[in-house]
């Protein structure tokens, strides 16, 4: 407890605990790709994976609870350091400032603030399903069957919900400034936990680079993919079911719609 | 050639400062920066001007006491030199060059561009020593040190203690000096009794002296006249590390000896 105490009250203490929430956030950034990534199989392989998490809860709140304390730490010493590094120079130059310094790393509190924003839409977007904030309709009337059983039709919330396109905007802007985020984060984490060395620092900052620019592709491709024509077929089918109300099948509501329209 | 200066002048610690600006006499390219501003002043006080208070002493290189941010950077356009090494036919002729004392808050204005270092000597006295007498010059190679060992250890041991990092440092950090003399004696048998003790305290005193945190920009690293390695700073941080997870000295038993 001392020890922890201790490391909290230091400024390199606080950089471990960025660090190392970091590394934990990046883990789930990599890892949440790779299962959105389904969306480009057939819709039953994203819709069984979601599935299988729902079907754990105890798994998924223990991931969800993790996630949070290190959101909630990064961000807390985050704000700390911003602040005391804020008020180590009350006065600031004339003649520029900053020279040569990583311009990235200027920018870390602003893309992490947009992060934190964005995750937050994200969360209300497609976890707690807001249906004002889609642009679509309400993604809990979303069902479709997988083996016999009712579930939620992921892959249709998906594809409807990057069919608007400001919302998939929402998103390519997010992934942009975590791409800057991860791209200097990745590389300065090593040097907050020390593990740097002049032979090392050029692999690690190239590495850094390289992943970032994947895990930037890997989340775009989502949004672009969808605009540029994924699942549409599906999307059409599922479409029906939001604007019926209560749930019907999607051929009688698409038959009442027509007939609304006929009179 | 002749060139317009905008100095900051501040009367003392307690004064709100401002620029002035100054037209300077004739000037020979070849002096220095420093020289430059002795030419300006004798200028000023000709006129019974006050005139502009700046730090220096070796004027070769090596105290570290020069300071000045120059158009932005901290010791002037070149790399890996400090303001007294800085000529005047690095300018163009006729141009305006601003001239800014360090700022942070733990170097508090004295008069113009001087300004309070002491947090160094703060940070210095609290651990950047070796308690004991190490003895004059030993023979060589009755001590064996590793080449690489050395040679990082004399990297290190470059820093004059100028605070140019900090002055340069959007944050205002003091890690790379503190990175580089923690290191300096971290390096060699004579510092590894007191290695772990020593990167406590002055990381400690480091943070009391209210320095901003490390945030990996290279800024520091770019402006020091010593041309010193952000390398010390990941030392640094894996040190302080070890340290706090072994814990402070065994207090010594209390059993006799034999
Ligand atoms: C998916 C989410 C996130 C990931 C993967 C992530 C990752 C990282 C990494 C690896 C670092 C480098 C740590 C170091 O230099 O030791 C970092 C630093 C930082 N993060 Fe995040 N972060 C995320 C979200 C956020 C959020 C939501 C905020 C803010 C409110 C934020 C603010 C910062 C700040 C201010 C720094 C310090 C920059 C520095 O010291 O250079 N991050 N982040
Ligand atoms: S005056 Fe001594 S280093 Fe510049």
């Not at chain 1, 679509?136 to 396109?165: C, H, R, W």
């Not at chain 2, 940070?123 to 080449?147: C, E, H, M, W, Y």
């Not at chain 2, 003091?174 to 048998?189: D, E």
Request: glycine content about 10%.
């Amino acid at each position: 407890m001392n020890l922890l105490r201790q490391l909290w009250r230091s400024s390199l203490g606080k950089k471990y605990a960025m660090a190392l929430t970091g590394v934990a956030l990046f883990g789930f950034v990599v890892g949440h790709l790779l299962g959105n990534l389904q969306v480009f199989g057939a819709p039953e392989l994203i819709n069984s994976y979601a599935h299988f998490l729902k079907s754990k809860p105890g798994l998924l709140w223990g991931a969800r609870l993790g996630l949070l304390s290190c959101v909630a730490l990064h961000i807390v010493a985050a704000v700390q350091l911003t602040l005391l590094n804020r008020s180590a120079r009350p006065i600031g130059y004339a003649g520029g400032s900053a020279y040569g310094s990583a311009w990235k790393s200027r920018y870390m509190a602003l893309s992490g603030s947009v992060i934190l924003a964005f995750v937050i839409y994200h969360l209300l977007h497609f976890t707690a399903m807001q249906p004002g904030i889609n642009g679509v309709g309400d993604f809990n009337k979303l069902k479709t069957t997988l083996a016999g059983e009712p579930v939620a039709d992921v892959y249709a919330m998906m594809i409807l919900g990057f069919q608007v396109p400001w919302v998939s905007l929402v998103y390519l802007i997010a992934q942009t400034l975590l791409f800057l985020h991860l791209s200097h984060g990745l590389s300065s984490l090593f040097q907050s936990l020390g593990f740097r060395n002049h032979v090392w620092w050029p692999r690690i900052t190239a590495a850094s680079q390289i992943v970032s620019v994947v895990v930037f592709i890997g989340y775009a491709s989502i949004p672009v993919a969808v605009l540029a024509g994924l699942g549409r077929d599906h999307a059409q089918k599922a479409k029906a079911a939001l604007s019926s109300q209560p749930l019907e099948s999607p051929e009688s509501s698409i038959a009442g719609v027509a007939k609304e329209a006929l009179k | 050639m002749k060139v317009t200066l905008k100095v900051w002048r501040q009367k003392d610690q307690k004064a709100p400062g401002g620029f002035q600006i100054y037209q300077s006499p004739e000037l020979n390219p070849n002096m220095s920066f420093l020289e430059m501003l002795d030419v300006v002043n004798e200028d000023l006080a000709g006129r019974g001007e006050d005139p502009i208070a700046f730090d220096h002493d070796c004027r070769e290189g090596i105290c570290g006491t020069c300071s000045l941010v120059i158009d932005g950077k901290p010791h002037g356009p070149h790399q890996g030199v400090a303001t007294c090494q800085t000529y005047m036919r690095s300018f163009r002729n006729g141009v305006e060059i601003v001239i800014e004392p360090f700022r942070a808050r733990p170097f508090p204005i004295i008069k113009d561009l001087v300004c309070d270092r002491k947090s160094f000597d703060r940070i210095q006295q609290a651990g950047g020593f070796i308690s004991v007498r190490t003895g004059s010059t030993p023979d060589a190679n009755s001590i064996l040190i590793p080449k690489e060992n050395s040679d990082l250890a004399m990297d290190a041991a470059q820093c004059i203690g100028c605070g140019a990092c900090v002055a340069a440092c959007k944050n205002a950090s003091a890690m790379l000096f503190v990175s580089a003399k923690v290191s300096h004696f971290g390096l060699l048998p004579q510092g590894q009794p007191e290695r772990h003790r020593r990167v406590t305290a002055m990381v400690q005193q480091m943070d009391e002296e209210g320095f901003g945190a490390c945030t990996v920009t290279g800024s520091c690293e770019a402006v020091c006249p010593k041309s010193i390695s952000l390398d010390f700073i990941a030392r640094m941080n894996r040190d302080f590390a070890v340290a706090l997870l072994k814990g402070g000295p065994k207090k010594p038993s209390s059993g006799g000896a034999g």
